[in-house]
């Protein structure tokens, strides 16, 4: 167990529909970051939150959007859902803002049908 | 800019080879040089990282070679055993982590 806390661990749902997954960070470590990891372009880095502020935004799609609460959990929301959205969804976190390794969860496997 | 270039796609080596992978980086504000592994179905886990002020890394098996000039590191798996079959990321930070393509490494006894 890493200590990162990712829920839930599998999703099945329709086109159009929109999700929300879940992470809860390891203890003490104030960064959440959002990865994607598909078959065909590995782990893509989405969006950082350092202590509840946006701090880093990478390939993250306009129908995607996340954000970290005061308890230092986050959340990714995935609207109007596509097929090409199905993959890995993996937190991970950090103690500082990130110049050092992280930790991650084991992921949430999105599943669009 | 911010790529990091990781080869071969994939490896096969027998129990005790060394297999090695490579990976390049073009941003030389990348500071730290993490390599993770990742079993399927679970998350990749943190192996060793390297810092660009030192040539080499051993903990264990494993080790990191660093040739800061060349802008190139690579990891090297000494007496491979088939637990070691597993995909292997490099990756490089600045503010945050860029992840080389993968390799994925089998290991037959």
């Known amino acids: 167990d890493s200590g990162v806390t990712q829920t839930p661990k599998h999703l099945i749902t329709a086109t159009g529909q929109r999700v929300t997954l879940r992470c809860s960070p390891r203890?003490?470590?104030?960064?959440v970051y959002w990865y994607q990891q598909s078959l065909d372009q590995g782990l893509q880095f989405l969006i950082q939150?350092?202590?509840?502020?946006?701090?880093a935004k990478g390939n993250i799609l306009e129908r995607f959007s996340a954000q970290q609460f005061p308890d230092l959990h986050s959340e990714l929301n995935l609207s109007s859902l596509e097929l090409g959205d199905s993959a890995l969804y993996f937190c991970?976190?950090?103690?500082?803002?990130?110049?050092?390794?992280?930790?991650f969860g084991s992921g949430t496997r999105l599943t669009v049908v | 800019q911010q790529q990091v270039k990781q080869s071969p796609q994939s490896l096969i080596v027998q129990k005790g080879g060394i297999p090695i992978i490579n990976c390049a980086y073009e941003?030389?504000?990348?500071?730290?040089f993490p390599w993770y592994q990742q079993f399927p179905g679970k998350g990749p886990a943190l192996l060793i990282a390297?810092?660009?002020?030192?040539s080499e890394k051993k903990e264990g098996r494993f080790t990191i070679s660093f040739n800061k000039s060349a802008k190139q590191f690579s990891l090297h798996i000494m007496d491979s055993q088939p637990g070691d079959s597993a995909t292997y990321f490099c990756?490089?930070?600045?503010?945050?982590?860029?992840f080389g393509t993968g390799t994925r490494l089998q290991v037959f006894p």
């Open positions: 390297i810092r660009p002020d030192v």
């Open positions: 990756a490089a930070n600045t503010d945050k982590l860029i």
């Open positions: 941003n030389t504000a990348f500071d730290y």
């Open positions: 991970a976190s950090s103690v500082d803002a990130g110049r050092g390794g992280y930790t």
């Open positions: 939150y350092y202590n509840g502020e946006e701090r």
């Open positions: 203890s003490g470590d104030l960064s």
